[in-house]
């Protein structure tokens, strides 16, 4: 029997009872709390127009650019300017803003909105330019977060993630798989079922997620197209078939199985075939996660005596312990720089988030909370989603790596579990 029946395995089959409600599904209610640091003041305009549009596009944009933990409101109440206004910087320098963000909306002949910005450089008074969307109405948040991507990279010469989507499971009256905005709003159930729905993971390209379903009444992997909702059976071999995770390549899954006996990590086509075994192991071998370069594959294993985390060469070979601190860490995480790995370890009888700096060894508590699970990293590095619970309710939360801005997408009731950040699509 697998230990702590692995998150990435069956520990998602254990979700609490608990409707579903309607307003899950809208969206996630955003909290944001504390920060030290640096941190850009920018000005975001209302755009001209945006009363009389579905969306309010400038607060989408503020909003996002807040919750980086990078950037600070500043008031621009009152004012009235769009894409195309010079605006007499002087005045926002005396508002102590270092960039302005201006811009329109209007509806087209077609019913379609024509979105436009334009960011401004308030220090240096330099026009830094702007972009244009021309959207249907359903399209109008992505293209406020792509306006929120544009500025986090002029500004910080970082991509933004804004546009990016999350994955994460519900359990209510059914189990559910969401895919949301990065803000946790629009969210669309992917898939439902009867049955647990477990450690979706998002394929590099973004097009499809791998999941484990129990529908057959145990764990088998598919991928799911998330576009037109087809899936494909990639792992049902005997036993149990858990822990997908994708190569950076997007052509392998590595996954657990228990086909010979205890559970053990292989290695698989994305089209399904035969597994390969990575290496042989008289302990449970399980929660698999390629490093960014595809070289290795860290996971988890109590070979030593008790759960740790060990890195594998991806072709198979000798493996080597990463954890020492801490007698039980689990659900690693690597970041997409390849400088971090964030994990699990059980502190005091609770679960917490920790953040280890892979150069230096140096490992950081980022939580005081007692139940963290399933970190996920941004694809940018610079924030960490992880499910926790508050308050005898679960929760999604995002921090920056060193835990002073969290921001907590509550749902309204239900178990949410197992979130997976997703790529940058271009």
Request: glycine share 12%; proline share 6%; net charge neutral.
């Given at each position: ?374 970190p996920s990293f941004a694809p940018n590095s610079r ?44």
């Amino acid at each position: 029997m697998d230990w702590r029946a692995t998150r990435r395995g069956a520990l998602g089959a254990l979700l609490a009872a608990g409707a579903v409600p309607a307003a899950l599904a809208q969206g996630l209610r955003v909290e944001i709390s504390g920060f030290e640091g640096r941190q850009y003041p920018i000005a975001n305009v209302p755009f001209k127009g945006e009363v009389q549009a579905p969306q309010k596009i400038s607060a989408i944009v503020r909003a996002d650019l807040e919750r980086s933990g990078v950037f600070r409101g500043v008031d621009a109440s009152g004012v009235a300017l769009d894409e195309l206004s010079r605006p007499d910087l002087a005045v926002w320098r005396q508002r102590a803003a270092e960039w302005l963000n201006t811009g329109s909306i209007n509806r087209t002949a077609d019913g379609r909105f024509d979105v436009r910005f334009r960011l401004w450089d308030v220090v240096r008074g330099e026009d830094l330019g702007g972009q244009s969307y021309v959207v249907p109405a359903a399209d109008l948040r992505l293209a406020a977060h792509r306006i929120a991507d544009f500025i986090y990279e002029k500004v910080t010469g970082e991509p933004g993630v804004f546009s990016t989507r999350l994955a994460y499971v519900t359990k209510g009256q059914r189990y559910s798989l969401w895919v949301s905005d990065a803000d946790g709003e629009n969210a669309q159930a992917a898939l439902t079922s009867p049955e647990p729905i477990i450690s979706p993971a998002w394929s590099p390209n973004g097009a499809q997620l791998a999941y484990v379903s129990f529908e057959s009444r145990k764990p088998v992997v598919y991928v799911h197209e998330v576009a037109t909702g087809q899936r494909r059976l990639v792992a049902n071999f005997r036993g149990s078939n858990s822990a997908p995770t994708w190569s950076p390549d997007g052509r392998r899954l590595a996954v657990t199985l228990t086909r010979d006996g205890s559970s053990q990590l292989y290695t698989i086509a994305a089209t399904g075939g035969e597994p390969a075994r990575i290496m042989q192991s008289g302990g449970i071998d399980t929660e698999p996660c390629f490093s960014s370069d595809g070289q290795f594959i860290y996971f988890v294993s109590d070979r030593g005596g008790s759960p740790q985390i060990y890195r594998v060469p991806s072709s198979g070979g000798g493996a080597q312990r990463v954890t020492f601190s801490g007698s039980y860490n689990i659900s690693p995480a690597l970041s997409p720089d390849g400088a971090y790995l964030a994990y699990i370890s059980r502190t005091g009888g609770g679960y917490q988030l920790h953040l280890m700096d892979l150069a230096s060894g140096t490992v950081t508590a980022l939580t005081n909370t007692s139940a963290d699970e399933s970190p996920s990293f941004a694809p940018n590095s610079r924030l960490i989603l992880y499910a926790t619970r508050e308050g005898g309710r679960s929760v999604l939360v995002t921090t920056t790596l060193d835990g002073r801005h969290k921001v907590k997408l509550s749902g309204q009731g239900g178990e949410i579990r197992e979130p997976d950040w997703g790529p940058i699509q271009r």
